[in-house]
């Protein structure tokens, strides 16, 4: 079966699991996920799991970013900050939903890789920076709409300060005793509301600590 063909199935089946938004679907069809996976996965590329990437890390699977990408509920004049690059598949998915996206990714290497495939695909609306993501965006914020793509216990300060008040920010965050769940945060003019909506398994996000050393 071609890629194409592969695609198309996987758009179904994502339809078959509640993905309704027609623009989400359409935005996924749009992305050729095969060019973000590694050569000996290529035959898995549109089977819907999540598959190794350079650095120890995972592309998240593609239920999981449908999801996520719905959740967030944009609109084409947003400005969107992702944490956690990875392969650079969920912010080449926002790209086409909304005005920019600004990424950050802690691994060097994984972010030359994601920013070769936004130039092959001439996605030029996403904007990168190699750095912890735990601190935000501050030259940038605030931004309407935030997504964490890798789990802590606890949702960073700095993205919730840089949240505009009406954002909204979907993030996966650890539970004691059971695995993680992504959480939707909205801030409203009083303060921020929180709701769980699906169990997940996201590789750990990790604080550069020992920058926050040296401040003292
Ligand atoms: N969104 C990615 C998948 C992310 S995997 C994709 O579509 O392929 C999670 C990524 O978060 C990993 O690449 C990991 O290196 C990165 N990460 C973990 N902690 C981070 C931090 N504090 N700041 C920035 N990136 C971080």
Redesign the pocket.
């Known amino acids: 079966m071609s890629h194409e063909a592969r695609r198309i199935r996987l758009i179904m089946e994502l339809r078959s699991q509640g993905i309704t938004d027609t623009r989400v679907l359409s935005a996924i069809e749009r992305v050729p996920r095969e060019i ?1 996976v590694p050569a000996s996965f290529q035959d898995q590329a549109y089977e819907n799991i999540a598959l190794p ?1 350079e ?1 120890g ?4 699977q593609p239920l999981v ?1 449908a999801a996520m990408t719905e959740a967030l509920e944009l609109g084409p004049n947003m400005k969107v900050l ?10 080449s998915v926002l790209s086409h939903l909304c005005r920019r996206v600004y990424t ?4 060097r290497a ?1 972010m030359e890789g994601a920013e070769k495939r936004f130039a092959e695909l001439k996605l030029r609306n996403i904007v990168t920076r190699v ?4 601190k935000g965006w501050s030259e940038a914020a605030p931004f309407e709409r935030i997504i964490v ?2 789990a802590g216990r606890a949702v960073p300060q700095a993205l919730l300060d840089q949240l505009s008040v009406g954002g909204i920010m979907i993030i996966p965050v650890a539970v004691e005793g059971r695995d993680q769940e992504l959480v939707k945060i909205k801030r409203t003019a009083d303060g921020y509301t929180q709701d769980a909506f699906m169990p997940v398994r ?7 600590r020992a920058d926050e050393a040296s401040r003292g």
């Open positions: 973000f990437i650095s890390q995972t592309i998240s970013v992702e944490i956690g690059t990875g392969s650079g598949y969920q912010a950050i990714e802690r691994h994984l750095g912890d993501g735990t793509t890798a996201f590789v750990p996000l990790i604080p550069d």
